[in-house]
């Protein structure tokens, strides 16, 4: 709605986007992105309750530099949604970002200016992951 852009917009002062690396240009962007109702209704989510209930193998990747999800809060929480999942992998990813770029900051406005468009050491874990787990040698 124009209310909860015009909200948003008032919140997303030009210090909180520096804190998540957008520019001021990408307010108005933001702002009618988050006010969707997928934004509303995602908070509420149980994602370990779903977790719980995985068990096929699972490869679970989080970046160092990413702003949107901390690797260091999320992943214990991910290993811990799985832990009657047999076959659960979980990996810290020293300084990609979000896209799994090798990144400076992690911030969303960090990610065009990467040459990078994944990371050769992520694409070889999964890599790895799959083919121990799903190809015949």
Request: charged share 20%; glycine share 6%.
């Given at each position: 709605s124009a ?17 998540i690396g ?15 109702p997928?934004?509303?209704?995602f908070?509420q ?11 096929v ?12 999800v ?7 929480s ?20 979000h896209?799994?770029q090798?990144?400076k ?14 990371s ?7 890599r ?6 799903f190809?015949?040698?």
């Amino acid at each position: 709605s124009a209310t909860a852009v015009g909200q948003l917009r008032h919140f997303l002062t030009d210090a909180r986007l520096a804190a998540i690396g957008v520019t001021p240009a990408q307010r108005e962007q933001l702002a009618s992105e988050f006010s969707r109702p997928w934004w509303r209704e995602f908070p509420q989510y149980d994602a370990a309750a779903t977790l719980a209930r995985v068990h096929v193998p699972v490869l679970a990747l989080g970046g160092t530099r990413v702003v949107q999800v901390s690797s260091a809060e999320n992943l214990p929480s991910i290993s811990a949604a799985l832990s009657r999942n047999r076959d659960v992998t979980v990996r810290e990813l020293r300084d990609l970002n979000h896209l799994f770029q090798r990144a400076k900051t992690g911030g969303v406005s960090e990610y065009s200016q990467i040459a990078e468009s994944f990371s050769p050491e992520a694409m070889g874990i999964v890599r790895e992951w799959i083919a121990t787990r799903f190809l015949r040698r």
